[in-house]
């Protein structure tokens, strides 16, 4: 067994511990699974392992899963986007956690560490976790009861494996959990990208943005840059996306055409390749870049070292490439995920959400353990449902419910006179 943690400094826990604290306050949906979990204890006896952004909002994750009566051991998903005191807050709470910020040479090391631990569960954040444990740790797939994936990337990448028959333990696609997807990705990438760029304190106003791909994470970028004023263009490969962006009244153009016009050029498709070395080439002086999705390959930071004669760093993940004829191009967070490297991640209020659904996951999966096969399932309505009802509550907001009569009209096949 390797050590029971490897982080940066544990000194940091009392600035983790009041970031957790403070995410809490505003994960009241989360909080109150808490509470029940901790009189229920539905994951009693459980070793959960978790391959997470290592944020507050992970935190208090990790708090409701023990309070469930698991227990957990954590890696980063990402080198960059470890918070360090949260790491330290966490070990500190006795949780076994293997990340720190920047982890390039050892990340996957620290899955593995994660994986000695022989869970029972695996949640997610782009599927490494699930999927080294399928390519090096084969033996424990027997003793695994499930994975939860919290990306579309990750889901994207479990399905491909489902259908080479690869796939050899059940896995919930929290993503794609209606109160996940329409919010985490729409609401908090949106505004994500957004508090990402004004960390350099630039207007949106006037300004032309380029949003590649036109899933839920773009429509909140398009929607939220439109908002600040700015032109947005959007480029898409998939036409019935194109023309939904028509019908949203942007304007769609091929990449290539579209960096002409650019002043920020921000990519979420889930695919390589998508600014290159020709693009950057034709892009005016001062374009920001930066990159929504998963992995660190929508932008090709290679290109851009090619194309490039110099490369300054500028500002904390923030870096500034000159050309031989003094143009500027700048690149966030070295084209990983910008908002998890530059801004901490989605608000709090979203991952009340996000993590809510994969509390109720893990207590889904335990219950119904004897009946699930090896694919890849969508979290029962009932479960979204349940979150968005809990999400108003505390948010004292109000709805309708229907009467009697208007439920058995729904029900039968009566027609309006
Ligand atoms: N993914 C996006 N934002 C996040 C956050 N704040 N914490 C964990 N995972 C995230």
Known sequence: MTSKYQIKNIDLSPKGENSIYLAESRMPTLARIRRRFEKEKPLKGLTIGACLHVTRETGVLAQTLKAGGA?????????????????AALVKEGFNVYAWNRNDS?????????????????????????VIAHKEKKTLLESILGGQEETTTGVNRLRVMHERNALNIPVIAVNDAIVKKMFDNRYGTGQGVVSAIKALNILFAGKTVIVAGYGPCSWGMATRSRGLGANVIVTEVNPIRALEAVMDGYRVLPMEKAVLEADMVFTSTG????????????????????????????ISVKDLEDVSSKKKRIGEYVDEYTFSNGKRLYL???????????????PSEIMDLSFSVQALTAEFLIKNRDKLEHKVYTVPNEISEEIAKVKLETMKINIDSLTEEQEAYIKSFEIGT
Do not use: W
């Open 71 to 87: 227990k957990l051991a954590l890696c980063g998903s990402n080198p960059l986007s470890t918070q360090d005191d949260v790491a």
């Open 271 to 298: 695919c390589k390749d998508v600014v290159v070395g020709k693009h950057f080439k034709n892009m005016k002086d001062g374009v920001i870049l930066a990159n929504l999705g998963h992995f660190n390959i929508e």
């Open 106 to 130: 050892e990340y996957y090391n620290c899955i593995k560490s994660v994986l000695d631990h022989k869970p029972d569960i695996l949640i997610d954040d782009g599927a490494d976790l699930i």
């Open 332 to 346: 966030l967070g070295e084209g990983r995920l910008a908002n998890l490297v530059v801004i901490g991640g989605h």
